[in-house]
């Protein structure tokens, strides 16, 4: 069992910068991929940016070059730092971590989400 743990959203204006963290309780070499995802109001979820174990990293069209996906393994936590933010970013992000096991068992985890509001 993986538990996630989201954290750095809040309130900006458009424009500004927030950086959101994710926090594992397993080390990241045991995870294959990790992302976030966003919700907002009346919308369905939609993949914002991935990143994987072998560093490889895709973004929706509408965050690329404004949004930059990463991960620090020593401190077993995955971060999204958010530039240029517009009031269409508003919405609940969550972690997501993805792991195959040495038995294959494939295993997904979310976050509780982290609420992210961008105003004019």
């Known amino acids: 069992q993986v538990q996630l743990v989201e954290s750095g959203g809040g309130l900006v204006q458009a424009g500004g910068s927030l950086r959101l963290s994710c926090a594992a309780s397993a080390s990241l070499f045991s995870i294959n991929a990790m992302g976030w995802y966003r919700q907002a109001p009346g919308k369905q979820r939609e993949l914002v940016a991935s990143?994987?174990?072998?560093?490889?990293?895709n973004y929706a069209g509408s965050v690329k070059g404004r949004f930059t996906i990463s991960r620090d393994n020593a401190k077993n936590t995955m971060y999204l730092q958010m530039n240029s933010l517009k009031l269409e970013d508003t919405a609940v992000y969550y972690c997501?971590?993805?792991?195959?096991?040495?038995?294959?068992?494939?295993?997904?985890?979310w976050g509780q989400g982290t609420q992210v509001t961008v105003s004019s």
């Open positions: 997501n971590a993805h792991q195959v096991t040495t038995t294959y068992r494939i295993n997904d985890y």
């Open positions: 990143i994987t174990a072998g560093g490889t990293t």
